[in-house]
């Protein structure tokens, strides 16, 4: 018998947590749930780190040619950007590692509801019900 897995819109995979009809919303196994999904990302995202260092190291050259110095650059600053958007990800998820230690995780920042099971294993590091995010889109939006 195979398990159910899931990936989310990181592409990371988890077994999708199956509410009783009666359990409480956050409860431990719910806590435990979401930061064993934050921790595995996170440690996804350190190991890429990590390999896109050594991959640096490993690939810097000093080309003769100013074209394949200027390709390798270019290569470099991607990596670089991506990995930057990485760190300040691994911020965001310690972030919802201490609203789960503080029992704050999954409550809307903005007016309090649940932002809900699906949506938290969909973008485990939100902070805001889907109502409420949807305005913040529209404000963005109008703000041009």
Same mark, same amino acid.
Request: aromatic content about 4%; hydrophobic content about 25%.
């Given at each position: 018998m195979t398990e159910a897995r899931e990936h989310n819109a990181e592409g990371y995979s988890f077994e999708p947590y199956q509410a009783g009809s009666d359990e409480e919303y956050m409860n431990p196994d719910q806590e435990a749930h979401f930061r064993a999904i934050l921790l595995d990302w996170k440690r996804s995202l350190m190991e890429e780190v990590d390999r896109t260092v050594h991959h640096m190291q490993d690939e810097a050259t000093n080309f003769p040619d100013p074209n394949d110095r200027?390709?390798? &650059?270019? &290569?470099?600053?991607? &990596?670089?950007?991506?990995?930057?958007?990485?760190?300040? =990800? #691994?911020?965001?998820i310690?972030?919802? =590692?201490?609203?789960?230690?503080?029992?704050?995780?999954?409550?809307? @920042?903005?007016?309090?509801?649940? #932002?809900?099971?699906?949506?938290? @294993?969909?973008?485990? !590091?939100?902070? =805001?019900? #889907?109502?409420?995010? !949807? =305005?913040? &889109? #529209? $404000? @963005?939006?109008? $703000?041009?």
């Open positions: 200027a390709t390798q &650059e270019s &290569e470099f600053s991607l &990596e670089l950007r991506t990995r930057d958007r990485e760190r300040k =990800l #691994i911020k965001k310690d972030e919802a =590692l201490d609203r789960l230690d503080n029992h704050n995780y999954g409550y809307c @920042e903005a007016c309090g509801v649940e #932002i809900g099971i699906r949506r938290l @294993e969909a973008r485990p !590091t939100a902070t =805001l019900c #889907i109502d409420c995010k !949807t =305005l913040d &889109e #529209i $404000r @963005e939006k109008q $703000r041009g």
